[in-house]
């Protein structure tokens, strides 16, 4: 296939181009744009797209796309919500995604926030820089016997599970189906409300639905520990930002570790170390000593990249010679 890579980066070209070389003859053209209403033209001829999480693939780009030719949308993530799926059957568009690439890697960065928010690991050092090496304001906790609750335990959250019992954390699961695994590692599962109300550090990682936009809005901090560390590498939008900075003026929110932000597709993979930042509430996220703040890099690791890459190009290898895909993602039914 002739394949569009939108929203390229450099590290997209390496492992994409790799696996092309390796075992794909897909003819790749890298394109450092965003696919949305403005920049679509430029997929005309193309089989397919390639495209990433701030890519805009609603129904008026994907009119533009089966206009010139594309009649597949293969994404490099796992997330498909930036996707018009009604759109894109209608038009006879396939669009296939990576269910999962390294659920190691967005585990461990979750781990890796809760241990610099505990032990403030990210104050610490700039203040060992500055020559200051006094350690009052550095106070942490130990993990062990605190009570971890995990939002959603599919692949990624299962491996927070077997993370924090490691700690010897106690385990808090929700989700909609029990995950047995889970359950054999010592997670035990709970009504939401219960979960928010005992757990010391909520941590989410279920896709973005209707349901669960803003799952963690004014009511939800309500339920739980005056203090309580929240994290979320999953989807921005699951969280009610305004609500959040409340509830860290409040104190509600004693720590917040954040590897996705609901508007993020303006800030998130762009160097704009040199612009005054437009978004106040971003801003005013990060003037709080306990917040911290990673630009969607909880995937990022050499292996979940080279796993991106084989299954990106292995599903429109696949649906190239059968037409079908083990990784297509259907429109909802209704």
């Known amino acids: 296939m002739k394949v569009a890579v939108f ?3 450099p590290y997209d070209e390496q492992f994409l181009g790799q696996a092309s070389r390796d075992s794909h003859e897909h003819e790749l053209v890298f394109l450092e744009p965003r696919l949305n209403a403005t920049t679509a033209a430029l997929a005309k001829g193309f089989d397919a797209v390639c495209v990433f999480v701030n890519d805009q693939v609603d129904g008026e780009v994907l009119e533009q796309l089966a206009k010139g030719g594309t009649r597949a949308i293969a994404l490099r993530c796992a997330g498909f919500n930036n996707v018009d799926l009604k759109a894109a059957e209608r038009l006879g568009i396939s669009v296939v995604r990576v269910p999962a690439y390294s659920p190691y ?3 461990e960065h979750t781990v890796a926030l ?3 928010l505990n032990r403030q690991i990210h104050r610490a050092y700039h203040r060992i820089r500055d020559g200051n090496f006094a350690l009052d304001g550095l106070l942490g906790f130990d993990l062990r016997g605190r009570t971890v609750g995990v939002v959603g335990t599919g692949q990624i959250g299962l491996e927070v599970v077997r993370i924090m019992r490691g700690f ?3 385990v ?3 989700d ?3 995950n047995p695994e889970a359950q054999q590692l010592g997670g035990e599962y709970v009504a939401l409300d219960d979960l928010f109300s005992q757990a010391d550090i909520v941590s989410l990682h279920c896709p973005l639905t209707p349901d669960t936009h803003h799952l963690i809005n004014a009511d939800a901090m309500a339920k739980m520990k005056p203090g309580v560390m929240l994290i979320n590498t999953s989807r921005g939008a699951m969280v009610d930002t305004a609500a959040i900075i409340e509830g860290l ?3 509600q929110i004693g720590y917040l570790g954040l590897d996705v932000y609901e508007e993020e597709s303006d800030l998130f993979f762009e160097d704009l170390s040199n612009i005054v930042l437009k978004d106040d509430v971003f801003a005013r996220l990060l003037t709080f000593p306990n917040v911290v703040i990673t630009g969607h890099q909880a995937f990022f690791t050499r292996n979940a990249l080279e796993s991106i890459a ?3 190009l292995g599903n429109l290898t696949e649906l190239e010679s059968t037409g079908q895909c083990a990784n297509r993602v259907n429109a909802p039914a209704g």
């Open 7 to 9: 929203s390229t980066k």
């Open 105 to 107: 890697a967005v585990a």
């Open 114 to 116: 809760i241990l610099t």
């Open 168 to 170: 010897g954390c106690r």
């Open 172 to 174: 808090l699961c929700y």
């Open 176 to 178: 909609l189906h029990a």
């Open 249 to 251: 003026k409040s104190g």
């Open 310 to 312: 084989r299954t990106t």
